[in-house]
């Protein structure tokens, strides 16, 4: 059976890297020869000309991390800005990504009553209906789920799982607003570890070959006490954990999280990566590479 | 001052109606008529063919309870669905409510890190930056928000209420799910009314002519008990209402909840209201206005 779990710790072992490489595309930041080249001759083209650019500049960055990252996950609101052709060069990320044989964690955030949470969920996988075909949706491999609704919110994404998709539900974010309710005192327990005992039980159906779970946790690096706790929790989920580079977070502490022969984590920069040729060299796409490697090494092989 | 929940206010006095119409497009629940309109004549447009015949659909139930219908809420899954398409369709959707004077709460419950907030604000109600004009968004009047995140992620929708802008913070949920987080006893008091402190002290500077809040809060019927709760800790907030109809809450106690001169609240109805026709009426949209104004009068006068 395919699971995705097996598929991203493939793709962690076969690369040695525990990186994910966040996907989000902003105007302000666009390299200018790619403005140049995309800018619009009239001002009724802006969602097109923008869409064009940052599905330029993804690919651009998606070819030159294929061979240190181990997946990638592009931010939908980015995209959603631009409208249809905003979500047109979503989909065309989605579809360069896989066409690297990198794994695609789609972050939207979704969480709806179980009727819509179908919905969200074709929309990032596919499925029927359409009116004679399935539906094609984003075709990602995973997606990110907030929990706010409870399992009804997470069943819908949760039972793709069964045709080799993943679920990252939001346990500890990294921003720092996040203790307004996550680190709310329930029962003795932070109101997160609540969360952390729903994702363990509706992962536990979902193992793949390698030991992992198909439906992980989202955990940021700026609350190591958080990380350590949902680890001991979750001994089995994949844990994506953002809030290194630009956030702050710091990555020496995350060496104890390993488990299996893929680490049990992957670490996420956006920012950091991707905007690096802002630091001084040239070429984006080289900058991207050289700042995906340079975190690689930091964390560390995987095993 | 262009204050959102003036415009609300505005359209339930002069309507004399607490309806909040739910545009849920499904395929399976297509009319006929509309079906064999827009099939598609490869399986390769399926997507355009599914878009172009829920923008038409959506369209006209919008005509049919323009009289009767105090606002509208398309919920974005399921144009998202259908990718590029259904995201032209949902503009299109939006835009065919504000000229028909309806205001339009985008339901996404959307929810992130405030970076990522401030790009799914301009997805919602546009703003700059593109190249060289703002974008246009979906141009909505308000926004359904998820609060798991605290409040970076409540706050980019929030500001927007400066520009004319209102936002529902999901606060207890109409799902059979909800209780799992939103009912946990946090320091003697539902998790729910913690996230009701929030929006209070969000809303407190945002307070039209009408004496409402731009910063409302969504309160499902099928927890009644929770809606006496919320309304007391809220008395100044729009509340948004989901559930009545195929969701099985009641109306009758809504009435005690009422609060100015138009009610302060909507109860949304969605499948009830757009499917209507699947009852025996022939045509959708005269079945869609009968059940609006159905529902309309159950509710009774606003003030």
């Not at 902003?26 to 064009?52: I, K």
């Not at 074709?122 to 789920?145: E, I, K, N, S, Y």
């Not at 929990?147 to 998709?165: E, I, K, Q, S």
């Amino acid at each position: 059976m395919d699971h995705f779990s097996d598929r991203l710790a493939s793709s962690i072992v076969a690369r040695r890297s525990l990186v994910c490489v966040g996907l989000d595309p902003v105007m302000e930041r666009m390299p200018p020869a790619l403005l140049e080249r995309h800018r619009p001759a009239a001002a009724a083209g802006e969602d097109e000309a923008v869409a064009a650019c940052f599905a330029e500049f993804c690919a651009g960055v998606i070819e030159a991390v294929a061979g240190t990252a181990a997946c990638v996950k592009p931010q939908a609101a980015f995209f959603e800005q631009y409208g249809a052709p905003g979500w047109r060069a979503l989909t065309e990320t989605v579809a360069c990504a896989r066409a690297h044989d990198l794994p695609v964690i789609l972050d939207v955030k979704r969480g709806d009553i179980a009727s819509t949470g179908v919905a969200y969920r074709r929309a990032a996988f596919g499925g029927a209906p359409g009116f004679t075909a399935p539906v094609a949706g984003l075709a990602a491999d995973a997606v990110t789920v907030s929990p706010y609704l409870g399992d009804d919110a997470l069943t819908p994404f949760v039972d793709a799982c069964a045709d080799g998709r993943g679920v990252f539900v939001l346990v500890r974010t990294s921003n720092p607003g996040a203790g307004l309710l996550q680190e709310l005192d329930v029962d003795g327990r932070p109101l997160y570890l609540h969360v952390a005992g729903a994702v363990a039980r509706l992962g536990a159906p979902h193992v793949g070959d390698h030991g992992y779970s198909d439906v992980g946790a989202v955990v940021g690096a700026t609350a190591p006490a958080a990380l350590r706790a949902v680890r001991a929790a979750l001994p089995h989920a994949f844990l994506l954990i953002p809030g290194v580079g630009a956030q702050g977070g710091a990555t020496e502490a995350l060496g104890e999280l390993k488990v299996g022969d893929a680490g049990g984590y992957v670490v996420n920069a956006s920012r950091s990566i991707i905007y690096a040729w802002q630091e001084g060299e040239a070429d984006y796409r080289r900058a991207a590479a050289d700042a995906a490697d340079a975190l690689r090494r930091e964390l560390g092989p995987p095993g």
